[in-house]
């Protein structure tokens, strides 16, 4: 699951790679630089061990 930028992000109105992205029409992704990031990422992924297991299979 790709995380999108949001506002909370402290260069979320000053991001060069965030415009760069845009004027290319790609995907507004989150990134590491953001001191949110670390905090979506725990957010996003799954808590169920049985998920993670599936994934694997998969």
């Known amino acids: 699951m790709k995380l999108e930028c949001c506002e909370k992000c402290q260069f979320y109105w000053t991001c060069e790679l965030k415009w760069y992205r ?3 029409q790609e ?3 989150c990134c590491e630089r953001c001191d949110y990031y670390g905090e ?3 957010k996003t992924k799954p808590t169920n061990s049985r998920a993670t297991k599936a994934k694997s299979v998969i």
Do not use: F, H, L
């Open 22 to 24: 845009g004027e290319r």
């Open 40 to 42: 979506c990422v725990k």
């Open 27 to 29: 995907s507004n992704t």
